[in-house]
């Protein structure tokens, strides 16, 4: 397990954009093994994963969402960094950093962080 | 996309019981299967990978099973600390998707 943790602004104003970081600690950031998405969980609803994105750059995004979102890497701050533009309300869930290898998945969860989008 | 259906939505047991969730996928995704639990308020945790590998540090009394569309999470002499939401979510292809849950409670 490893220690992530999300920060940014509860409250997002609709239309806007969404910007949340993802503090990993260690320098693992840049392990080629590695890969690190974004999943979000409205209130009280399950989980719905946002994209992943390997330290060579190699991304994946959610169709759903694949417009709006970037997900990048800062490997100087060790942090993952997501961007949802042009948001509504629908957007308002819990955010959740995690990583991901193989063979095992998403094997590390930080605690997840609660955006609001409103006016 | 890939659906992923787990059965039942919710679930109540006794301390002690053995339950099982089932998982079953729209395609064949071979054991690309994590199981993941979640306790109220609190961010999820990976219990399996590959459909029946535990985690590190994941008891003993948490099995999963079956490869292709077909999957089953099951857990041994329940436990207070048990009682969560359980998801199946698949890794075979993108996107990644999630099963709906499965609320298991105390009866």
């Known amino acids: 397990q490893v220690q992530l943790q999300e920060s940014g602004p509860g409250l997002v104003k609709p239309s806007q954009t969404l910007s949340l970081t993802c503090n990993v600690p260690?320098?693992?950031?840049?392990?080629?093994?590695?890969?690190w998405s974004w999943i979000r969980q409205p209130a009280g609803k399950g989980l719905e994963w946002i994209g992943r994105?390997?330290?060579?750059?190699?991304?994946n995004y959610n169709p759903s969402l694949k417009s709006r979102v970037t997900i990048s890497l800062d490997t100087s701050k060790n942090q993952l960094s997501l961007n949802l533009n042009s948001v509504t309300a629908a957007d308002t869930a819990v955010y959740f950093c995690?990583?991901?290898?193989?063979?095992?998945?998403?094997?590390?969860w930080g605690p997840g962080t609660l955006v609001t989008v409103s006016s | 996309d890939i659906q992923m259906t787990q059965s039942p939505s919710s679930l109540s047991a006794s301390i002690g019981d053995r339950v099982t969730i089932t998982c079953r996928a729209s395609?064949?995704?071979?054991?690309?299967l994590v199981w993941i639990q979640q306790k109220p308020g609190k961010a999820p945790k990976s219990l399996i990978y590959?459909?029946?590998s535990l985690h590190s540090g994941v008891p003993s009394k948490f099995s999963g099973s079956g490869s292709g569309t077909d999957f089953t999470l099951t857990i041994s002499s329940l436990q207070p600390e048990d009682y969560a939401t359980y998801y199946c979510?698949?890794?075979?292809?993108?996107?990644?998707?999630f099963g709906q849950g499965t609320r298991l409670e105390i009866k």
């Open positions: 995690v990583r991901g290898q193989q063979p095992t998945g998403l094997d590390s």
């Open positions: 260690g320098g693992s950031i840049s392990s080629s093994s590695l890969y």
């Open positions: 994105l390997y330290a060579s750059g190699e991304t």
């Open positions: 395609q064949d995704i071979n054991n690309y």
């Open positions: 590959a459909a029946s």
């Open positions: 979510q698949q890794y075979k292809s993108y996107p990644i998707t």
